[in-house]
């Protein structure tokens, strides 16, 4: 069983900028894929960003690349998502997830652990 739990969310301005990030409890943290993903109220879960296992590879969602950037330790087991230049419609509750692979995904559906959401609200 792997717990994950996000911090740093808050209140910006567009335009502004916030460090998310996302502690795991997992015991071998390098076998674990994150992905960070986000859920406006209304809409559909969304893929924001995925780092494999040991953080050699990294695939962003088209919207976010350029203002994200996601970054592992897992000698502190833990997963960061540095955003900035957000902007009002990226106001969301922003999830980390893990997934026992070294393949990287986007779909939510194959992720096995996730965390409780914190919540980033943008205002114009």
């Known amino acids: 069983q792997v717990q994950l739990v996000e911090s740093g969310g808050g209140h910006v301005q567009a335009g502004g900028s916030l460090r998310l990030s996302c502690a795991a409890s997992?015991?071998?943290?390098?076998?674990?894929?994150v992905g960070w993903f986000r859920q406006a109220p209304g809409k559909e879960r969304e893929f924001v960003v995925g780092?494999?296992?040991?953080?050699?590879?990294?695939y962003y969602a088209d919207s976010v690349k350029g203002r994200f950037t996601i970054s592992r330790d897992n000698s502190k087991k833990t997963v960061s998502l540095q955003i900035n230049s957000l902007e009002p419609e990226e106001t969301a509750v922003y999830y980390c997830?893990?997934?026992?692979?070294?393949?990287?995904?986007?779909?939510?559906?194959?992720?096995?652990?996730w965390g409780q959401g914190t919540q980033v609200t943008v205002a114009s």
């Open positions: 997992a015991a071998t943290f390098s076998n674990y894929g």
């Open positions: 997830a893990a997934r026992r692979s070294m393949q990287l995904v986007t779909t939510p559906l194959l992720y096995d652990y």
């Open positions: 780092i494999s296992s040991i953080g050699e590879r990294i």
